[in-house]
């Protein structure tokens, strides 16, 4: 039976369409494509203590619903105090009931269940024995000298890891004047004692034991406690898997995917059969090199040996662990998501070999848009290379996987004060590097009868009901879902294959294991060509050796082992490492019709075995090429039907080959492009403090232009004019603003036009008097409050409102004399941080993002009009005065709550933030244009 045919027939049969989120336009023809579970927004699900029960399951499921939410993903976690009586034991009887019960009631409201493959994070457990746990290398030194007795007793010094059980793996002596080595391992009594010492001279002595790294699940839920297992070892797989083989046993489960969380399992350098997998795959002993792991012996030794160690370990957990469990998780109908960041390994290999590749985002970036939210003292900045966003996407677009989920808004702020507006553009930014699936960081499942705030996880942000911004969420997510309509539609449209010099990074003397984290990622991730590319209109993804060799040149492109996205030409940054197999599959490629691009020739091969043979081969090869001076810096050699260019600017040789980049960068906007049968989508972004509104070339021709608001879901057609093989649109974004572009093969004909407007006068400002009513939250605000213009709530003067968070209205009368105007911009100057507008008594729409505006003109009436503004603020102000009473909301296990700074939780010294309307709210005449 063909598992992954069975999940993916079921899933799409459980898909059903949703509600419509885009306007109707009275046409057949809609450019929105049909919305699903999974093009709107998932959330991360956290089950503190699986104390769940069927009422809250019901009702909370129904209100992410509600909220524009396509499905969570359950993790199971730490648990509340004083309520330890309802935790559930992880895969226990009651637990996977409570599990078939959210499958089922999730189906019924057309959304989809993701569960983690485990608690917390990494996988382990209770039933993972000490000889499966993660293991580490543990080497210590000895000396022996020539006419001196050796007492001591080759045993880890370490107590708890002799209690542990470490076992010596080998003794190797190293003649301390000369190359001589010999190998003791045998000479070793049970007590550890050295016997039938057969050396003369003065030695060193190097122990390896495979020790035990005693990591254990961090942030475990109930049952789930227990050591990490050795994710090197298909036994230990094996072992942490059959678990679940039983808890699954019986009815189908209606769950997608099976999620693993990025990868943390620290100072995992060894398994007890690497040894023996090290001779297999890299045809020397690397007993003989313990010395070199150690940091010792010669450094150019030091860096091939821990270069094909590296290379090893990344094979290893690539075979046993997640190619494996994929064939696992196949084998229950069921897919797999999986972060593979983190981990010791070819993070392009791993992601490739899931369902559901996921990167994440971790903190905050700088956008200079103005009036965009930065609380810059309660922020902690992103410290990742931007490429990194593009590793999962890449993986995915050059295998052919149809989604890339992202887990988004990790810390994004801290606790409490993160607002919608300052999501949209680190969302965008996800976007633009490729992802299409988005899941939230995250929802607290939390009872009802909580008092608030509820039931919170310790990182931020929490998207819960509990939060002030909840009534204006769907905002947000109609946005994300009405993009991820579009973005995961078709195949991803981008010209260059990057290859990824991961041996640069392995054939290094410092450290041992290499975690390519996320933190450290401009470090192991510097590769300035492929910046410089990716700023002036180039897109890319990148490519592994492992996947380059399954790559074909066809009719002058190269075809991934996709076989969908044909890329132009492969571009090789500067690296002093290549293997042999991925320079002889490059050549390869040129004889065969590929354009290759290298910013510089490589110095050779990596590693160890045979090095100076296979360097010779190599060098033998880069002659053969006879390449030649075209330019000053262009060297170019002729294969067979191809072309390889040298070129240091990589910038200049695409376009000495005639690829040219999409001009769209000139005014400082960012881009996407897929494309489809019907033609191609360009996502365009303005995170410029700048407005846009000029004619813009795009790398296309079509017979019809259309223009998409993805705000809104308002489109129209759009006029164009054809030069040199581009197209010119009139595009107008203001700073923070986005909009699709769709460029159809076939004439369309009775679609709407697009209305571009130019601001008028004379603008009508609302002056009120404004009324002010506190409608939700706790508070004892329930009087009526008039405003001569609109304050924040936190200018009154007044305690009570200091302390609130929720919703309050400020509503007012307007005359409008003249409604000469083609359309009528609502503008709010200042917005702490979002409103619901009504006008008339007919609600207009949620203003949540800069710019804070929105179109009016079909609710406006000649004379006089209402308007009304639903204001919500964060929730910092009323934790601000709880923390500051002394009241007690923190009440969790493990970690309970930090800050963003990883330090216990107090938000009493916090300054307070305005709340409700500032500034001017009015009205501006807009005229097409």
């Given at each position: 039976?063909?598992?992954r045919k ?11 369409i ?16 049909e919305?699903?579970a ?6 991360r699900?956290?089950?503190?203590g ?11 499921l129904?209100t992410y ?12 976690i730490?648990?509340v ?9 992880f ?23 993701d ?15 000490p000889?499966?746990?993660a ?12 006419g001196?007795e ?19 793996q ?24 050295l016997?039938k ?15 035990k790294?005693h990591?254990?699940v961090?942030r ?8 990490t297992?050795?994710h ?9 898997l059959?678990r ?6 019986g009815?189908?489960?209606?769950i ?6 990025s990868?943390?399992v620290?100072n ?10 090290f ?11 313990i ?33 494996n469990?994929?064939r ?8 797999t998501r999986?972060q593979?960041h ?5 993070l392009?290999?791993l992601?490739a070999?899931?369902?559901i ?9 700088y956008?200079?848009?103005?009036g965009?939210?930065?609380?810059s003292?309660?922020?902690?900045m ?15 677009h ?21 607002a ?11 976007f633009?590097?490729?992802?299409n699936?988005?899941?939230y960081h995250?929802?607290?499942?939390s ?6 705030p509820g ?16 009534p ?13 309509s ?5 195949l ?6 990057v290859?990824?010099?991961?041996y ?15 933190h ?15 700023e ?10 492992k ?24 571009f ?8 042999l ?18 910013e510089?020739i ?12 296979r360097?010779?081969e ?7 090429l006879k ?5 000053i ?7 067979t ?13 695409m376009?000495?080959?005639?690829i ?11 881009f996407?492009r897929?494309?489809s049968?019907?033609?191609t ?14 004619l813009?070339p795009?790398?296309?021709t079509a017979r ?11 489109w129209?057609?759009?006029p164009v ?14 700073p923070?603003e986005?909009?699709?572009?769709f ?10 036009e697009?209305?571009y407007y ?11 008097p404004?009324e ?5 939250g706790d508070?004892?605000?329930?009087r009526?409050?008039?405003?001569e213009s ?5 200018s ?13 209205t ?12 083609s359309?009528?911009?609502l503008v709010?100057?200042?917005?702490y ?17 800069v710019?804070f505006?929105c ?9 006089v ?12 102000n ?27 939780f ?14 001017t ?9």
């Open positions: 039976m063909n598992h069975t999940v993916i027939a079921f899933y799409i049969g459980f898909l059903l949703c509600s419509a989120l885009h306007p109707a336009c009275g046409q057949q023809f809609d450019p929105w494509p919305i699903k999974e093009t709107k927004p998932w959330t699900w956290w089950w503190m699986s104390a769940v029960d069927e009422k809250n399951l019901d009702n909370l129904e619903a509600r909220k524009g939410f396509g499905g969570v993903e359950i993790t199971p730490y648990g105090k004083g309520y330890e009586n309802h935790y559930i034991p895969l226990s009887k009651h637990w996977m009931e409570m599990l078939r019960y959210t499958c089922k009631k999730s189906a019924s409201l057309n959304m989809g269940v569960i983690n493959n485990g608690t917390g994070w990494p996988f382990g457990g209770p039933h993972i024995t000889d499966n746990a293991s580490k290398i543990i080497i210590q030194q000895y000396k022996l000298t020539e001196k050796f007492s001591e007793k080759i045993m880890v010094t370490d107590k708890e890891q002799r209690n542990a059980g470490s076992e010596l080998a003794l190797i002596a190293y003649r301390d004047k000369g190359r001589e080595i010999q190998d003791l391992t045998d000479r070793i009594s049970p007590d550890g004692a016997t010492i057969p050396l003369l001279g003065d030695w060193t002595l190097y122990a390896a034991f495979c020790g790294t990591q254990k961090k475990a839920a109930p049952g789930g406690e227990g050591y297992f050795d090197f070892s298909t036994r230990a797989l094996e072992q942490y059959s679940f083989d039983s808890a699954f046993d009815d189908p489960l209606r997608r995917c099976l999620f693993n969380d990868y943390e620290y995992a350098s060894w398994t007890p059969s690497f040894f023996e997998e001779s297999t795959r890299r045809g020397y002993n690397l007993k003989n090199y010395r070199e792991l150690a940091d010792a012996g010669e450094r150019s030794i030091v860096e091939r040996v821990k270069s094909d160690y590296r290379q090893t370990m990344s094979e290893m957990m690539l075979d046993h662990f997640t190619m469990w994929t696992w998780a196949h084998s229950h109908s069921m897919l999986n593979a983190g981990s010791p390994a070819n392009l290999d992601y070999a899931v369902d590749p996921e990167i994440e985002t971790f903190g905050s970036s956008f200079p848009v103005p965009l939210r930065h609380d003292s309660h922020m902690r992103a410290d990742h290379d931007p490429l990194f966003l593009r590793l999962a996407s890449s993986a995915a050059v295998s052919g996987k149809r989604l890339v989920s992202c887990e988004t808004f990790t810390w994004l702020g801290e606790h409490f004060r993160v919608l507006s300052q999501c949209k553009p680190e969302v965008e930014q996800a633009l590097a490729g992802v699936h988005v899941i995250g929802t607290t499942y009872p009802e009868d909580v008092p608030w039931w919170l996880f310790y990182a931020s942000v929490n998207f819960a009901p509990s939060n002030s911004f909840w204006h969420l769907d905002g947000l997510n109609h946005y994300i879902t009405r993009c991820q579009i973005l995961q539609s078709g991803p449209d981008n010209e260059i294959l290859y990824w010099p991961i640069d990074q392995w054939q290094q003397a410092d450290k041992l294991e290499k975690m390519v984290s996320v450290e990622g401009r470090t192991w991730l510097n590769l300035p060509q492929v910046s410089d590319l990716s002036n209109g180039y897109s890319f993804d990148f490519i592994s050796d996947q380059l060799l399954e790559t074909k040149a066809r009719e002058g492109k190269l075809i991934t082992a996709s076989g969908e996205s044909p890329y132009r030409v492969l090789i940054p500067a690296c002093r490492y290549m293997p197999e991925t320079l002889t599959k490059i050549i390869g490629l040129v004889n065969d019709g590929a354009y290759v691009v290298m510089q490589p110095e050779g091969v990596p590693g160890l075995f045979e090095y100076k043979l360097n010779r190599f060098h033998q090869l880069l002659k053969k390449l030649s001076v075209i330019t810096n262009i060297l170019m050699a002729k294969g039907k191809g072309t390889l260019l040298v070129c240091p600017d990589a910038v200049k040789a376009e000495y080959i005639g040219m980049p999409e001009s769209l960068g000139d005014k400082g906007l960012k996407i897929r494309k049968e019907k033609g989508y360009y996502y365009l972004v303005n995170h410029t403090s700048v407005a846009v509104n000029s813009i795009l790398n296309v019809t232009f259309l223009l998409l608001d993805p705000m809104t879901g308002e129209g057609k759009i004019r054809e030069k040199d093989s581009t197209s010119l649109i009139r595009i107008q974004l203001l923070g986005t909009c699709f572009v460029a159809a093969h076939e004439e369309i004909t009775g679609l709407p697009w209305s130019q601001r008028s006068l004379p603008e009508t400002i609302i002056k009120g404004w002010l009513e506190f409608i939700s508070t004892t605000l329930s009526i409050t008039r405003l609109p304050i924040p709530w936190t009154l003067g007044l305690k009570e409102a200091e302390c609130f968070s929720g919703l309050a400020y509503s007012a009368e307007f005359t409008v004399t003249d409604t000469y105007a359309e009528y911009m709010i100057d200042k917005l941080e979002s409103a619901r507008i009504w006008i008339n008594g007919k609600e207009t729409g949620v203003i949540w993002s710019p505006q179109k009016v003109a079909r609710l406006l009436q000649p004379g009009n209402t308007i009304r503004c639903e204001v919500a603020n964060l929730m910092a009323r934790i601000r005065a709880m923390d500051i009473q002394g009241i007690e909301w923190k009440k969790f296990h493990d970690i309970n709550m930090v800050n963003i700074g990883y330090k216990p107090d938000a009493s010294d916090w300054s307070i933030l305005p709340s409700g309307l500032g500034g709210v009015k009205l501006v005449p807009l005229l097409k244009d």
